[in-house]
T-cell receptor, first 114, second 116 residues
Framework: QQQVKQSPQSLIVQKGGISIINCAYE??????FPWYQQFPGKGPALLIA?????SEKKEGRFTISFNKSAKQFSLHIMDSQPGDSATYFC?????????????FGKGMKLTVNP | NAGVMQNPRHLVRRRGQEARLRCSPM?????VYWYRQLPEEGLKFMVY????????ESGMPKERFSAEFPKEGPSILRIQQVVRGDSAAYFC??????????????FGDGTRLSIL
C-alpha cells in the first residue's frame, strides 16, 4: 500500500515555464508535508514544507498548495531554470507517537530545457 | 558548518560479507533516521534512533540488519551476510532535539552499497 502517491513520474518544461508536481496521501493523521530536491549522487535537500493548517506557502519561486479535504498537495516551480533539473520528492509524516519518519512518494524527474 | 556526514560514500562487498555504514549528524542534532533508496524509487524509512536508544525500527528487515547510535561517535547501520538485494543507496538524516514536533530532517549524501 503506497501511502503517498506522486505524479507525474517525469516532466520536461522549457526555461521560464511553470513546473507542477502533484501528490496525494491516504493517512489523515499526516500533519507535515515537505518537498525534497535531489541531484544525482547527492542526498535529498529540503526545499519547502507545509502543515495542514494553511492552504498555501510560498518561498521564492517555490509554492506549495494544500487541499486537506482532497488529501492532495502540489509543488509549483515558477520561472523554471535549467538548474532546477533534478528529482523532486514529496513526503509526509505525523508528529506523534515519538517517531516522525517520513513517507516518500516515488519521485518526479524534472528536466528544464534551456 | 558541516552537514550530515556519511561514510564511506561508496562501499563494495561480496555476498556474505558485512557492511558498516556510518553517519555523523549535524552539530546539535541528536535524532537520526536511516532510509534506503532503490534505483528509480523513493526513500523508504528503516530506523529512527536517539542517543543510545532505538525509537522506531518498524522499517528494518527482521534479520541481518541492525543499527546503533552510541553516546559517543556516529550512528552505525550494520548489514550482516549481505545479499545482492541489499544493493542500494542508504541515507541518513538528522533533526534537532527541540520539543516541537515535525522538525525538518536534513540528509547526508548517502552511502552507495554494491554487492558483487
Amino acid at each position: 500500500q503506497q501511502q503517498v502517491k506522486q505524479s507525474p513520474q517525469s516532466l520536461i518544461v522549457q526555461k521560464g515555464g511553470i513546473s507542477i508536481i502533484n501528490c496525494a496521501y491516504e493517512n489523515t493523521a499526516f500533519d507535515y508535508f515537505p518537498w525534497y530536491q535531489q541531484f544525482p549522487g547527492k542526498g535529498p535537500a529540503l526545499l519547502i514544507a507545509i502543515r495542514p493548517d494553511v492552504s498555501e506557502k510560498k518561498e521564492g519561486r517555490f509554492t506549495i498548495s494544500f487541499n486537506k479535504s482532497a488529501k492532495q498537495f502540489s509543488l509549483h516551480i515558477m520561472d523554471s531554470q535549467p538548474g532546477d533539473s533534478a528529482t523532486y520528492f514529496c513526503a509526509a509524516s505525523k508528529g506523534q507517537g515519538g517517531s516522525e519518519k517520513l513517507v516518500f512518494g516515488k519521485g518526479m524527474k524534472l528536466t528544464v530545457n534551456p | 558548518n558541516a552537514g550530515v556526514m556519511q561514510n564511506p560514500r561508496h562501499l563494495v562487498r561480496r555476498r556474505g560479507q558485512e557492511a558498516r555504514l556510518r553517519c555523523s549528524p549535524m552539530k546539535g542534532h541528536s535524532h537520526v533516521y536511516w532510509y534506503r533508496q532503490l534505483p528509480e524509487e523513493g526513500l523508504k524509512f528503516m530506523v529512527y534512533l536517539q542517543k543510545e536508544n532505538i525509537i522506531d525500527e518498524s522499517g528494518m528487515p527482521k534479520e541481518r540488519f541492525s543499527a546503533e547510535f552510541p553516546k559517543e561517535g556516529p550512528s552505525i547501520l550494520r548489514i550482516q551476510q549481505v545479499v545482492r538485494g541489499d544493493s542500494a543507496a542508504y541515507f541518513c538524516a538528522s533533526s534537532p532535539n527541540w520539543h516541537r514536533k515535525n522538525q525538518p530532517q536534513h540528509f547526508g549524501d548517502g552511502t552507495r552499497l554494491s554487492i558483487l
